[in-house]
C-alpha cells in the first residue's frame, strides 16, 4: 500500500491537566476525502491546530508526503501544500471579491511585486477569476466581500485556500452556520474538489460526512477511537456509544 499523504502519530497537546489531543494517530490518503468526526470538546480543532502548525504539540510527529513537518511553522507548511480554512470567516470585507482571491495568488508567487498596480498583474487576475469559477462566485466578482451573505463568504474562503495550491486542504467546519440551501452548494462544492486535491474535513453534519466521506476518523476526549469507512463506522459499538447513538441510525 502506497504511503499516506498525512500520518499523524501519537499526537499529545495539553492545556494544563486536559489533554485536548491524547495520543491521537490516524492517517489520511491521497486523493481521499478524509471525515474527522466527534462531540464538542473532543479536541478536534486543537488537532487541526496542530496539523497546519497554529498549535506545537507537545509530543508526537506530523509527517506530510514522507517529511517530518512536525518542527515546521504554518508558512512552511502551506508552501509544502499543507493549507487550511477556519471556522470563523476571515476575507477582507471592503476588498471585492476577486482584489480578495488576487490578493492570495500573489501571496503565494515567488517574488511577487505587491508594489506595482495589482490591475497590471493579468496573471494573477486570470487565476483568480478562474477560482471565482470554481467556487461558484464568478457573478460576485465586484461585489465587497463584506457584502456576501455567510455561506458565500465561506465559499471565498475555500477560494482563497486553493489559491495556494494545497496538496491537502483541512476544512474546519465548512457548513456551520448555513442553511440549506447555502449548505447544499458548499456540498456540492465540495464533491467537485474532491476530484481535485486531498480533503480533510471537520464537521458536525453528519448527513454531510456521511455523503461525502471516503473514510471517517472519530476523536472522542482527545482519542482517536477508529478510522474506518462509512458504512464500517455506522456499524462501530464504540461510536454508537461515544457519540452518534440515534442520530447515525436516522441517516439515509
Same mark, same amino acid.
Given at each position: 500500500m502506497a504511503e499516506?499523504?498525512?500520518?499523524?502519530?501519537s499526537l499529545v497537546k495539553r492545556f494544563g491537566a486536559l489533554a485536548a489531543t491524547d495520543s491521537a494517530s490516524f492517517e489520511v490518503r491521497a486523493g481521499e476525502l478524509h471525515a474527522l468526526i466527534g462531540p464538542n470538546g473532543a479536541g478536534k480543532t486543537t488537532l487541526i491546530h496542530q496539523i497546519s502548525g497554529a498549535l506545537r504539540p507537545d509530543a508526537g510527529r506530523i509527517h506530510f508526503d514522507g517529511q517530518d513537518l512536525t518542527a515546521l511553522p504554518m508558512p512552511a507548511r502551506v508552501r509544502a501544500g499543507l493549507v487550511r480554512?477556519?471556522?470563523? $470567516?476571515?476575507?477582507?470585507?471592503?476588498?471585492?471579491?476577486?482584489?480578495n482571491l488576487r490578493l492570495a495568488v500573489?501571496?503565494?508567487?515567488?517574488?511577487?511585486?505587491?508594489?506595482?498596480?495589482a490591475e497590471k498583474?493579468?496573471?494573477?487576475?486570470?487565476?483568480?477569476l478562474a477560482l471565482l469559477?470554481?467556487?461558484g462566485l464568478a457573478e460576485r466578482a465586484a461585489q465587497a466581500a463584506g457584502s456576501l451573505a455567510h455561506g458565500e463568504q465561506r465559499q471565498l474562503e475555500v477560494g482563497l485556500a486553493l489559491a495556494a495550491r494545497p496538496r491537502l486542504l483541512l476544512l474546519d467546519e465548512p457548513l456551520a452556520g448555513m442553511?440549506?440551501?447555502e449548505s447544499a452548494r458548499m456540498v456540492a462544492l465540495l464533491q467537485t474538489l474532491r476530484r481535485e486535491t486531498t480533503l480533510l474535513l471537520v464537521e458536525h453534519d453528519m448527513d454531510a460526512v456521511f455523503r461525502l466521506a471516503d473514510r471517517? $476518523? $472519530?476523536?472522542?476526549?482527545?482519542?482517536?477511537?477508529?478510522?474506518? $469507512?462509512?458504512e464500517a463506522i455506522r456499524a462501530h459499538p464504540e461510536v454508537l456509544r461515544a457519540?452518534?447513538?440515534d442520530e447515525l441510525e436516522a441517516l439515509p
Open positions: 499516506p499523504l498525512l500520518r499523524v502519530e480554512s477556519y471556522q470563523i $470567516t476571515s476575507v477582507f470585507q471592503r476588498f471585492s471579491v476577486l482584489d500573489q501571496a503565494r508567487r515567488p517574488g511577487a511585486a505587491f508594489w506595482r498596480a498583474d493579468t496573471a494573477a487576475r486570470d487565476e483568480a469559477e470554481r467556487v442553511g440549506p440551501e471517517i $476518523t $472519530t476523536l472522542v476526549a482527545g482519542r482517536v477511537i477508529v478510522s474506518d $469507512t462509512p457519540y452518534l447513538g
